[in-house]
């Protein structure tokens, strides 16, 4: 079956720059959306189609794509943005429109 | 502002049927501005999509799920359903309802309409599988 996969964890000090990518074989050809997920909490879009930045989501986060892999950029990172981050895309016209990553947890020191 | 509301029993027995329904509020179940979906997280897991449901005839289940699951819309309640059978151990999780806005509605719903985002998350239905 058809695999997104991202670091399991990524760890950034207050004010530096966080980068989590998702990488799979049609992402040439498929859209990556971005869920942040804290504790306790359901999961929010924080990017949809690979670089735009759904209404209330900070300028911090960007995102950008390039061959087999997508990223999601959290510059100035706060404490605020502690937590679980999932991609999600679908597979490129196979049997499943709609798989996510494993998750990437990230860490504000 | 959509918002959605997860409900059903928080255990059943192994073998058994898992039934979950999601209430929608701010919007309508029969919109064709929006499908909805379920997804689900086992205890400190990921994210596993189970499948989507569009203007009550078009839906697309999770391949590895397919054969258990079945998710259907009570207009009349402004609800979908989700139901699960024969249950293990291994359904066990967290159940989010969701829902995916519809920017241009499709004659036939194709591959591409279904890979969309989930804008909009319930808060989740903790459902535990034991005897």
């Known amino acids: 079956s058809y695999e997104l996969t991202q670091p399991s964890s990524v760890s950034v000090s207050p004010g530096q720059t966080a980068t989590i990518t998702c990488s799979g074989d049609a992402l040439p050809r498929q859209y990556v959306y971005w869920y942040q997920q804290k504790p306790g909490q359901a999961p929010i879009l924080v990017m949809s189609k690979d670089r735009e930045r759904p209404s209330g989501i900070p300028e911090r986060f960007s995102g950008s794509a390039s061959g087999t892999s997508v990223t999601l950029t959290i510059s100035s990172v706060q404490t605020e943005d502690e937590g679980d981050y999932y991609c999600q895309s679908g597979d490129g016209r196979g049997p499943s429109p709609v798989v996510f990553g494993g998750g990437t947890q990230l860490t504000v020191l | 502002q959509v918002q959605l509301q997860e409900s059903g029993p928080g255990l059943v027995k192994p073998s058994e049927t898992l039934s979950l329904t999601c209430t929608v509020s701010?919007?309508?179940?029969?919109?064709?501005?929006?499908?909805w979906g379920w997804i689900r997280q086992p205890p400190g897991k990921g994210l596993e999509w189970i499948g989507n449901i569009y203007s009550s005839d078009s839906i697309f289940y999770n391949p590895s799920l397919k054969s258990r699951v079945s998710i259907y819309i009570d207009a009349s309640k402004n609800q979908f359903s989700l139901r699960l059978s024969s249950t293990t151990a291994a359904d066990a999780a967290l159940y989010y309802c969701a829902t995916s806005v519809v920017v241009t509605p499709p004659a036939i719903p194709d591959y591409d309409f279904w890979s969309g985002p989930f804008d909009y998350w319930g808060q989740g239905a903790l459902v535990t599988v034991s005897s």
């Open positions: 701010g919007a309508s179940i029969s919109s064709r501005n929006f499908y």
